[in-house]
């Protein structure tokens, strides 16, 4: 029987770096979605209230791989008093041939870091201004730095201003950032002080009300929203939509947990009103930026198809080099 590949979290650093393959990579899953007949169930999503905890289970075939993942990501978000990390997971690898475990991916949540990054980076490269340089982070954890990161992949970031409801969070963030991807930033004391001036704005929070508000939309900005991964979060005011063009992962599933529910709910759109997805943008079937002047909004809930792609790129990379630990798995018919 087919032998089953472990690859532990300190390989997969190794193998997929947040580069622009990765992003490319990530691209190509949006590119699927659009025009190719991709399975992809909705989110299952277990929150644990009492225990202040989350467990999503996402998960994707798309035509153009010949494995698909599983990811299961929980987040428990006590566990730094425990000396715990927040978020963890693996995702499970099967053929899409024969559903047989081809690789269990031990990435402790990397791999969604990273295929979550890539995602903020094939917005901005599709939907922000060329000339876009200015940035505003909303948030402070593991995930803005990330996006910077990425950002700086597909634009030329000449300066960065972080706001985070932690102002002792903020400016470590702010410190990583410039030691680490060696920009100027600075902490800002509000949302309105970050969004000054700013060409690009990423949310990065767990938040559960609005952050944004149209006040805050200056011509040319695009937003980069990527907290709103449950149907209880949100970072973008309903009052956003009257005044951005706004591009989603995926409708059927923002309309259920993305920013775009909140707006349904609040009765500023309908639910039968369509929008772009980022794949049709790419695959030029859909209009994004019109103009330098527009405002864009692109809504990342997070897909089965990105994590599928980027666990495809991590089993490649890791049996191109013999890297992981090989299980023989001695099934019987």
Not at 273 to 278: I, R, V
Not at 285 to 296: H, L
Not at 314 to 330: C, K, M, S, W, Y
């Amino acid at each position: 029987m087919p032998d089953i590949t472990i690859v532990g979290e300190a390989q997969l650093r190794a193998l997929v770096p947040l580069d622009l393959a990765a992003v490319d990579q990530v691209e190509r899953a949006f590119l699927s979605l659009a025009t190719e007949p991709v399975v992809m169930p909705p989110v299952l999503n277990l929150a644990l209230a009492e225990r202040h905890g989350e467990v999503d289970v996402k998960t994707a075939y798309l035509p153009r791989f010949d494995s698909f993942a599983i990811k299961i990501s929980p987040g428990f978000f006590d566990n730094p008093a425990l000396g715990l990390p927040s978020l963890n997971g693996l995702m499970l690898v099967l053929s899409a041939r024969t559903g047989l475990t081809e690789a269990v991916l031990l990435d402790n949540g990397y791999l969604t870091a990273v295929r979550t990054a890539a995602a903020g980076a094939v917005a901005a490269r599709r939907l922000a201004r060329p000339d876009a340089h200015r940035v505003a982070v909303i948030g402070a954890g593991e995930q803005a730095r990330l996006q910077l990161q990425a950002l700086a992949l597909v634009r030329k970031i000449e300066h960065v201003t972080v706001w985070a409801r932690d102002a002792d969070r903020a400016a470590v963030c702010a410190a990583d950032i410039r030691s680490r991807l060696d920009l100027p930033c600075v902490v800002a004391g509000s949302v309105d002080d970050a969004f000054d001036e700013a060409d690009i704005a990423i949310t990065t929070t767990p938040s559960r009300e609005p952050l944004v508000h149209a006040h805050h939309l200056r011509r040319g900005l695009h937003i980069t929203a990527m907290g709103s991964d449950a149907d209880y979060k949100t970072e973008l005011s309903p009052s956003v939509f009257e005044a951005a063009r706004y591009v989603c992962d995926r409708l059927a599933q923002v309309r259920v947990i993305g920013e775009l529910h909140h707006a349904i709910r609040a009765g500023v759109v309908s639910p039968e009103t369509t929008f772009p997805e980022l794949g049709q943008i790419i695959a030029g079937v859909a209009q994004g930026r019109a103009s330098a002047d527009d405002i864009t909004v692109c809504d990342l809930t997070g897909t089965g198809a990105q994590d599928t792609a980027i666990a495809v790129l991590a089993l490649e990379r890791a049996r191109a080099v013999g890297a992981g630990t090989i299980f023989h798995n001695d099934m019987t018919a």
